[in-house]
């Protein structure tokens, strides 16, 4: 297998199992291109991430048939608007991002100080909920909560989107099953919404002097993102029925240390 292909192929496998799991999919894409000093495009990693959120659809059949076939019933209306209103929230700052062109950093510190950090506060979070009654119900506190958490994980690379949006609902006494399925059902048009808005302006505003996109390299990449996202979401949604985050919390202190002394040695 040519190298290209191979890359791609590794790049898919890292991006499908980190866009939802709470360690952050940024970051690691990143400490990926670092470490094989091969950089994709913003437009590349948008469609694979793309085809990793679209894959997990399937894994929600209930929510699915809700929204679209009973929608009239009050509950799925309050649920919709809920979700609505995240989206809204994280919109309107999305905008505002834009509109200042705030640009990710592409250094590995910020990703590092990211990662520790928040695997330090699901530490904290954990203990703290342990003993307490946790509600399966979205408020919408916590839906302008989840709104403003998304912002926080589109200006910090390395906190996780879905890392930083179940944290803070779990702070905010929701119960790990709901508020993860919260979490990734309110990504899922979060960024395709704005993954759409940069392959738009990527097609049809392309930057002076970048070099075209191989097409079958990125179908490729995308096509196993997906399918590593699908297997990654599912495994995911029965763990955390009876297991907590410390797991994942332990896993980004010790990769946000190592790639301190990384990023400190010019990595």
Same mark, same amino acid.
């Given at each position: ?45 948008? $469609?694979?991430?793309?085809? !990793? =959120?679209?894959?997990? @659809?399937? &894994?929600?059949? *209930? +929510? ?46 910020? $990703?590092?100080?990211?990662? !520790? =950090?928040?695997?330090? @506060?699901? &530490?904290?979070? *954990? +203990? ?56 990734? @059902? ?82």
């Amino acid at each position: 297998m040519d190298n290209v292909w191979l890359f791609a192929f590794l790049q898919g496998i890292v991006e499908g199992i980190t866009e939802f799991l709470p360690v952050s999919s940024t970051g690691h894409l990143l400490i990926f291109e670092h470490a094989f000093k091969k950089h994709s495009s913003d437009l590349f990693n948008i $469609v694979i991430q793309c085809g !990793a =959120v679209v894959a997990v @659809l399937p &894994l929600f059949p *209930e +929510r699915l048939n809700q929204v679209f076939f009973r929608w009239r019933e009050a509950a799925t209306r309050d649920f919709i608007l809920k979700l609505a209103l995240a989206f809204f929230v994280t919109g309107v700052g999305g905008m505002i991002l834009e509109k200042r062109h705030f640009k990710l950093p592409e250094e590995t510190l910020p $990703v590092a100080v990211a990662l !520790a =950090v928040g695997g330090i @506060l699901f &530490l904290i979070v *954990e +203990r703290w909920i342990r003993d307490r009654e946790m509600s399966g119900s979205v408020t919408w506190t916590v839906a302008v909560a989840v709104g403003l958490a998304q912002l926080v994980a589109a200006v910090f690379p390395g906190t996780s989107r879905s890392g930083v949006t179940i944290l803070t609902m779990l702070a905010l006494g929701m119960n790990r099953p709901a508020a993860t399925e919260f979490s990734f @059902l309110v990504g899922i048009p979060t960024m395709l919404a704005a993954g759409g808005l940069k392959i738009f302006k990527a097609l049809h505003h392309p930057l002076a002097g970048a070099p075209s996109e191989d097409w079958g390299v990125l179908l490729w990449c995308t096509a196993v993102s997906a399918v590593v996202s699908f297997i990654a979401v599912k495994w995911l949604l029965r763990y955390v029925r009876t297991h907590t985050f410390n797991a994942f919390a332990w896993y980004r202190i010790v990769v946000g240390i190592a790639l301190l002394f990384w990023a400190c040695e010019g990595g």
